[in-house]
């Protein structure tokens, strides 16, 4: 653990001030994820700014038809607040179910929103009662503000002063906790405007809060239970880890979702007789991921690019450094940012091409990949990809279909940290990946063809978290 400086500003220009000299500094509020990151070594801040003297941020007031709170009320503190109780009782609800009494005397609004994890329980009601987050910048809206796995919109030198809840007719939030961390495994926040309009947001399927806009829709159209009858959650926006596979979460969002609406309308909540039985949880003994990506370029040319050392650092997320060191043999420096975790990987890459006979480029690849990050351990992964030439039946050009497949494994230190983020991990990085390549790549659109190149140096980081925030 490395020694890190502790300052605690009594300004919102103080705080502005710490974090315009030092970069490296972290604000620090509540730090429920951030202080254990540290103390595992998993992130290296030089200072931490702590908030808690900054004046205001901890205040609770009605302000017109709205209500305030500041960034460092704890959510004992907003579960505990007479006027969030009786005219924002949804509010109080979520903060009462938030962990266990220790977490929730420490644990602030102001830091769950900047962490945004996978499966907090604040951005879902955050997103449903349709907030407006005020930095020390500007007023983001909850849709603009939740931007996925661990990223808001939240700029360099920005942080959450608080936050202005409007007025609704009725609200509920419902979740199914993982039994050990109290996470939500699915958790759904079903909020009516005053004019009628329906917003629904859950947590818990991998990628960061998002909405379910089919149910919003049924439900500002008919405000009962039965609006639900017809629809499903759509599994393909559901991941599957330890605790349940993407058949069951998404199966969940419908119950819970029927829950909190019957909760509000009286109804009953019951899933209708035409649904069929629901995926049990699944506890895959190793993680495999895989996917398959049609890209607008032929096989040579998608082959020539994944060899190519300087557009893959400049497409990897967090990529510092990549050497050929052989034919299809290279170095990379891979520094992995996440949420409050940051780790830097010295990173070996080796492929091993099969081409058919008369091919001008291999089709089908192994590619093995191990990482060293220091005392914390070391992982490998193994992908294979395939390569196959597509026609298109009107343009008459050649596209390729890229599939792989890949499976991680962790040893050291890293294989205590837990899994609630591996796919989730390897997906939200890879989608970066394909932005990148995107767009360095004028008059061609190979966007996902490196997929497995990104996939396979971040795959591992995914198994690195397996545990972390488990307690």
Known sequence: ???????????????SQCLQRLPEAQLLAGGQSLLAAWRLGLCKPTH?????????????????????????????????????????????????GIADAQIRNVGTIGGALANNDPAACWPTGVLAMHADIVTNERVINADAFFQGLFTTALQEGEWILGLRFPRVACARYVKFEQAASRFALVG?????????????????????????????????????????????FDVSNAQSDIHASAQYRAHLVAVLCRRAVAANTGESGA?????????????????????????????????HQLLDPAVLQRCIPGCTAMTRTQPEHYQAVVKI?????????????????????????????????????????????TVLVQLHAIQDPQTQSIHTRLDWQ???????????????????????????????????????TPTKASSF????????VKQWFQRFFER
């Not at 309009?197 to 818990?204: D, F, Q, W």
């Not at 995926?279 to 990506?293: D, Y």
């Not at 591996?422 to 008059?443: I, V």
């Open 48 to 96: 931490f700014v702590d908030l808690q003297d900054v004046p205001d941020l901890k205040d609770i007031r009605i302000e017109g038809d709205a209500l305030w709170v500041g960034a460092m009320c704890t959510h004992a503190q907003i579960a505990q607040s007479p006027i969030i109780a009786t005219q924002f009782p949804m509010l109080s609800a979520l903060a009462h």
């Open 271 to 303: 899933m209708p007789a035409r649904t069929s039985v629901a995926h049990a949880p699944v506890a895959p003994s190793k993680a495999r991921i895989q996917g398959s990506h049609l890209l607008q370029a032929t096989p040579e040319y998608v082959w």
């Open 453 to 460: 190149f990104t996939y396979a140096l971040t795959v591992k």
């Open 188 to 232: 759904v926040a079903v909020m009516r405007s005053m004019d009628g309009e329906v917003r629904v947001a859950v947590t818990g399927l991998g990628q960061g809060v998002t909405r379910w806009y089919e149910a919003e829709t049924a439900l500002t159209a008919a405000w009962h239970v039965e609006a639900l009858n017809k629809l499903d």
């Open 406 to 444: 890949a499976s991680p494994e962790v040893t050291g230190k890293l294989a205590q940290l837990g899994n609630r983020f591996m796919d989730a991990t390897a997906h939200s990085l890879s989608q970066q990946f394909f932005n990148r390549f995107s767009a360095g790549l004028s008059g061609h």
């Open 1 to 15: 653990m490395n020694p890190a400086a502790y300052l605690r500003p009594r300004s919102i220009t103080e705080v």
């Open 337 to 381: 940012g996440l949420g409050p975790v940051s780790a830097t990987f010295a990173t070996q890459v080796a492929l091993f091409p099969e081409a058919p006979n008369h091919a001008s480029a291999p089709t089908r690849c192994r590619l093995v990949l191990s990482g060293q990050a220091g005392a914390l351990g070391e992982g490998k992964a």
